[in-house]
């Protein structure tokens, strides 16, 4: 396990389906990050497939079919942190 914490980066938006976690870990023998993204969530799964259908055939949607996440100044410094981790030479 990591000295450094788990990291939750929220949109400057502040909705909570913007977001980010990122689980930095130690376990293999040199220090990764497991990010893990909220994604929207189509159920039942053909509205997936019918999307996709609609893509190849070239529709577009004002609102369109992705999501973002809005990052500021104020998230540099989980950024760096993060960066740090994968950078060190020793694993803390």
Do not use: N
Request: aromatic content about 14%.
């Amino acid at each position: 396990m990591s000295k450094l914490d788990t990291q939750l980066v929220i949109c400057d938006c502040h909705s909570d389906e913007h977001q980010i976690i990122f689980h930095p870990d130690d376990d293999y023998g040199e220090p990764v990050i497991y990010m893990h993204t909220h994604l929207v969530d189509w159920t039942p799964w053909y509205k997936r497939v019918w999307h996709g259908i609609k893509y190849i055939f070239g529709h577009t949607s004002k609102y369109g079919d992705w999501d973002e996440i809005i990052l500021t100044k104020k998230h540099a410094k989980q950024f760096r942190d993060m960066a740090k981790h994968l950078d060190d030479e020793t694993v803390y």
